[in-house]
């Protein structure tokens, strides 16, 4: 075969780069698509410069594409509302214990307050039994009275039948000294009895009357203290028919609370299983398509390689490098067509720059998997801000903001009476049903490249599960979701919700 001109080494070496040109190899998935590569280098690099082997490991690291940032760190809506409900669980459970404090305290006083009452009753009760011995001690008073007023009324009427004042005077004047001595004694002695009785009388009269006035206090009294006591219980009734009250309510508030919570949590875990099934078929998609392109890169290069053992004479092409030194002469006419045409890896001289760049060495198969693969997902990056409103009304959720029921919108709400829901780009519907009683009836369209858009609480659904859709395309009807009419739209990357605000026009 004779010595090889350098000139030729240097085409090969150039031959070799062009096919592992970045722009012409297929961009690798971060994992599948890398160990498929890392494979190929592994098997070719014996017939590989370092040149290509460099190119071929950096490429083999990178990865597919980047993804965006997340807002919000990346949470899923789900489970920011599960946390929300949670936490307001976990609140209500707090007031749940302080009220049933205040009820135990209530009901503390309430016995107190029984207890103070049914000692105001054994007082009151002790009381009047005081009362009726001051009613009997009061009606002796009166019968003493009573015998003491006719005693009385006697003397003064036998005092107004002797009302001669000169008869005592004669009586004693005609007496006898001893008799008059003993009828002075009698007269004092009655007059005392007299006076007596009419102080007993005025005493009596006096005493009944105090009595009669320590009956009314008592009775006020205890009359004062049952009407506070009775209002101190009813007061402390009205508190506990509001403690309990309270309770009830907020008892029935975590019931609803735990049915919402398993509802959110079951919601979540059949939404994740859609995103999850989109991501492993789209996983197994991309995984078929970079063996694809591994498999037509490694028979390209395994061509190319055979190519360049045989020997010139053999394949009836003249060796390139002797053209350019002068040394052949040109193919004759008599050669095949297929001979004359120049290998598609020869390359011209370092000196000359060439006209138009390299040819691909990738088929139009391998480009349009590429395509596919490579475009889909970058479209829809790009469109940040251009694409269109999925339906009409206005946004009356944004992305972060708290949603009536207590949770986090993640996506937005658009306020709206039933009207078309559009697809917002073009995709592949991935799922189409309903999606528990939060989401109802709900349409996810893959996008590919991990973006996804998410068309919850429609009334009627129009699409079907693998229908291809573009922009524009009505999906459904818009009906209600969480508790308020309109749609509830979220954009998602890889199950990470996005804000949509930084997508629509």
Do not use: C
Request: aromatic content about 4%.
């Amino acid at each position: 075969m004779g010595a090889v001109p350098a000139g030729k080494n240097s085409s090969e070496k150039k031959t070799q780069t062009r096919l592992y040109r970045p722009s012409e190899i297929p961009v690798p998935q971060p994992v599948a698509d890398s160990a498929i590569i890392r494979r190929f280098v592994r098997t070719s690099a014996p017939a590989m410069s370092p040149r290509s082997l460099l190119i071929a490991a950096l490429l083999a690291v990178l990865p597919a594409h980047a993804a965006p940032e997340q807002d919000g760190g990346g949470l899923d809506s789900l489970r920011r509302a599960i946390s929300d409900t949670e936490n307001d669980l976990r609140k209500k459970k707090q007031a749940q214990e302080k009220t049933q404090q205040t009820l135990d305290k209530t009901r503390a006083a309430l016995e107190k307050a029984r207890r103070e009452l049914a000692a105001a009753d054994r007082r009151s009760r002790d009381a009047e039994q005081r009362l009726q011995k001051l009613q009997s001690e009061l009606e002796a008073l009166k019968a003493e009275t009573a015998s003491g007023k006719a005693q009385l009324a006697r003397l003064l009427g036998g005092q107004y039948k002797n009302r001669q004042s000169n008869a005592v005077i004669l009586f004693l004047k005609n007496a006898e000294p001893g008799r008059k001595t003993r009828y002075l004694q009698y007269a004092r002695r009655i007059g005392e009895a007299n006076r007596q009785v009419i102080a007993r009388l005025a005493g009596q009269q006096q005493q009944m009357q105090q009595h009669e006035a320590e009956i009314d206090a008592e009775l006020a009294k205890l009359a004062a203290l049952k009407q506070e006591k009775q209002a101190a219980l009813a007061k402390l009734g009205k508190t506990r028919a509001a403690a309990q009250n309270e309770n009830s309510r907020l008892t029935a508030d975590i019931a609803r609370q735990n049915s919402r919570l398993a509802k959110l949590k079951s919601d979540e875990a059949r939404l994740n299983q859609v995103i999850a099934g989109i991501a492993r078929r789209n996983a197994a998609k991309h995984r078929r398509e970079a063996a694809a392109r591994a498999k037509a890169a490694a028979e390209r290069l395994a061509a190319a390689k055979q190519a360049r053992q045989t020997p010139p004479q053999t394949q009836g092409k003249p060796d390139p490098a002797a053209i350019l030194a002068g040394k052949t002469d040109r193919p004759s006419e008599k050669t095949p067509a297929a001979v004359q045409r120049p290998s598609e890896h020869t390359t011209p001289p370092e000196s000359a720059p060439p006209s138009t760049p390299p040819a691909s060495t990738l088929t139009a198969e391998d480009r349009a998997l590429q395509g596919e693969y490579a475009d889909n997902g970058n479209l829809f990056s790009k469109m940040q801000g251009r694409l269109p409103h999925p339906a009409g009304g206005n946004v009356s959720g944004g992305f972060g903001q708290t949603r009536p029921d207590g949770g986090v919108w993640r996506g937005q709400f658009f306020a709206t009476a039933p009207a078309p829901v559009r697809s917002v780009a073009g995709g592949t519907v991935a799922y189409a049903g309903h999606l528990g009683e939060n989401y109802g009836n709900t349409v996810v369209v893959d996008h590919g490249g991990g973006y996804t858009t998410i068309y919850t609480g429609l009334s009627a659904v129009s699409a079907a599960n693998g229908t291809p859709v573009r922009s524009g395309t009505v999906l459904g009807t818009s009906g209600s979701a969480f508790g308020a009419e309109g749609l509830y739209f979220e954009i998602r990357y890889r199950q990470s919700a996005m804000n949509p605000a930084a997508w629509l026009r």
